[in-house]
């Protein structure tokens, strides 16, 4: 389907915070590829905290008739969110993910080059977005004996397990061409492995479907045939995940397990300014920096760009266009090998303008 597209029209919603420093230089490092591919044109939308304390809703409808009706994919800043509980106000991430149906959310995670680790992990993470505990179906009521009761359902559905598993079991596939292709040797995983993340031993009717409707993708497809098939109960994952990360190449999990082991995976590697993601569905994708608004550092021009910059070669390569994301992957790879132009989270002194630079020249 990438071939056939003559523009590319994206979505760009910086939302709140240093969403707004580093988005443009996702926007710079895609339209730096120039006719590597089709003439990209970028629409900015409004959403977040600061829209809605402006106008009353923090996911205008026009955001999302656009994104549905104009956009080939988009791109998400970050959105800070009060501490306290305000009245109409909710997450516009949640309800983009809602509306647009991106039932995935996959976080790769990899040492970073250049850094003196002695594992190198490099690892991808499929979280399924769109049950699980997620439904928010809890109930609280009094108990005779004076005390109370807080009771959550927890919605896991075939469908939903499978959808999320054959977008594993594709990114799997993917990676091993990938490695096929590449002449580096240094590759942690020889074979593409996907390894099914579960709790089944306790919850064994939830659990026990996720599990089972992922592996029967898996082995129901032929072309998934050259993967390897693995479980892991979530307790023990996290701590090999710990011990031992270069163990794993493609995790796929429930939502809630999904959550957590993605941030635990993202400590590994030494700053979220660095961790990219991309919301996916089957017909719209959306990258999207791990990290959040950082009001800590607003302002300063000191934000990492380069989540920002990765999750924009992630979003095309889910568009298709797998080489001229790699040139991002690469021209990013080579500056913090270079480890020349660093901002003060990876101990630099650079700024984020600086950083950008530093990357565009390389594309
Ligand atoms: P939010 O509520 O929006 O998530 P937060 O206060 O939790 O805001 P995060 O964005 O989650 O902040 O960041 C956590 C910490 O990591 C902060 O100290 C922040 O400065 C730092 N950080 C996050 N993103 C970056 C980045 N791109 N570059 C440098 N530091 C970052
Ligand atoms: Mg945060």
Same mark, same amino acid.
């Given at each position: 389907?990438?071939?056939?597209?003559?523009?590319?029209?994206?979505?760009?919603?910086?939302?709140?915070?240093?969403?707004?420093?580093?988005?443009?230089?996702?926007?710079?490092?895609?339209?730096?590829?120039?006719?590597?591919?089709?003439?990209?044109?970028?629409?900015?939308?409004?959403?977040?905290?600061?829209?809605?304390?402006?106008?009353?809703?923090?996911?205008?409808?026009?955001?999302?008739?656009?994104?549905?009706?104009?956009?080939?994919?988009?791109?998400?800043?970050?959105?800070?969110?009060?501490?306290?509980?305000?009245?109409?106000?909710?997450?516009?991430?949640?309800?983009?993910?809602?509306?647009?149906?991106?039932?995935?959310?996959?976080?790769?995670?990899?040492?970073?080059?250049?850094?003196?680790?002695?594992?190198?992990?490099?690892?991808?993470?499929?979280?399924?977005?769109?049950?699980?505990?997620?439904?928010?179906?809890?109930?609280?009521?009094?108990?005779?004996?004076?005390?109370?009761?807080?009771?959550?359902?927890?919605?896991?559905?075939?469908?939903?397990?499978?959808?999320?598993?054959?977008?594993?079991?594709?990114?799997?596939?993917?990676?091993?061409?990938?490695?096929?292709?590449?002449?580096?040797?240094?590759? %942690?995983?020889?074979?593409? !492995?996907?390894?099914? /993340?579960?709790?089944?031993? $306790?919850? +064994?009717?939830?659990?026990? *479907? #996720? &599990?089972?409707?992922?592996?029967?993708?898996?082995? %129901?497809?032929?072309?998934? !045939?050259?993967?390897? /098939?693995?479980?892991?109960? $979530?307790? +023990?994952?996290?701590?090999? *995940? #710990? &011990?031992?990360?270069?163990?794993?190449?493609?995790?796929?999990?429930?939502?809630?397990?999904?959550?957590? /082991?993605?941030?635990?995976?993202?400590?590994?590697?030494?700053?979220?300014?660095?961790?990219?993601?991309?919301?996916?569905?089957?017909?719209?994708?959306?990258?999207?920096?791990?990290?959040?608004?950082?009001?800590?550092?607003?302002?300063?021009?000191?934000?990492?760009?380069?989540?920002?910059?990765?999750?924009?070669?992630?979003?095309?390569?889910?568009?298709?266009?797998?080489?001229?994301?790699?040139?991002?992957?690469?021209?990013?790879?080579?500056?913090?090998?270079?480890?020349?132009?660093?901002?003060?989270?990876?101990?630099?002194?650079?700024?984020?303008?600086?950083?950008?630079?530093?990357?565009?020249?390389?594309?």
């Amino acid at each position: 389907a990438a071939l056939k597209r003559t523009a590319l029209r994206i979505g760009m919603i910086p939302a709140d915070g240093i969403g707004r420093e580093v988005l443009p230089a996702a926007q710079m490092a895609i339209e730096a590829l120039g006719s590597a591919i089709p003439k990209p044109t970028f629409i900015p939308l409004l959403a977040g905290w600061e829209e809605f304390q402006k106008r009353g809703k923090a996911l205008p409808d026009e955001t999302v008739q656009i994104l549905k009706n104009e956009c080939d994919g988009a791109m998400f800043g970050a959105v800070s969110s009060p501490s306290h509980k305000v009245e109409g106000y909710s997450s516009p991430i949640v309800a983009l993910r809602k509306h647009l149906d991106l039932y995935a959310n996959v976080r790769p995670v990899s040492s970073v080059p250049g850094q003196k680790v002695d594992k190198i992990v490099d690892m991808v993470i499929v979280r399924e977005n769109t049950e699980c505990l997620y439904v928010k179906r809890e109930k609280i009521s009094d108990l005779p004996n004076g005390g109370k009761i807080a009771i959550a359902e927890r919605q896991i559905t075939s469908t939903a397990s499978e959808r999320i598993g054959k977008m594993a079991f594709e990114i799997a596939l993917r990676r091993g061409q990938e490695r096929s292709e590449s002449t580096w040797e240094g590759w %942690a995983h020889a074979q593409p !492995k996907v390894t099914i /993340i579960h709790k089944s031993n $306790v919850l +064994s009717v939830t659990d026990g *479907l #996720f &599990r089972e409707s992922v592996r029967k993708v898996g082995e %129901a497809d032929p072309r998934y !045939k050259g993967i390897k /098939i693995e479980e892991q109960i $979530v307790d +023990s994952m996290v701590y090999r *995940l #710990f &011990r031992e990360p270069e163990y794993f190449d493609v995790c796929v999990a429930p939502n809630l397990y999904g959550d957590i /082991i993605s941030d635990g995976a993202a400590a590994l590697v030494g700053s979220l300014g660095l961790v990219p993601s991309v919301n996916a569905g089957d017909d719209f994708v959306m990258g999207e920096p791990v990290h959040g608004s950082a009001p800590d550092i607003e302002g300063k021009n000191i934000a990492n760009p380069i989540a920002s910059i990765r999750s924009a070669a992630l979003l095309l390569s889910s568009l298709g266009y797998y080489g001229p994301a790699a040139r991002i992957t690469s021209a990013v790879d080579r500056v913090l090998l270079e480890g020349k132009h660093m901002t003060p989270d990876l101990g630099g002194r650079s700024t984020t303008t600086d950083v950008t630079e530093a990357v565009l020249k390389l594309i």
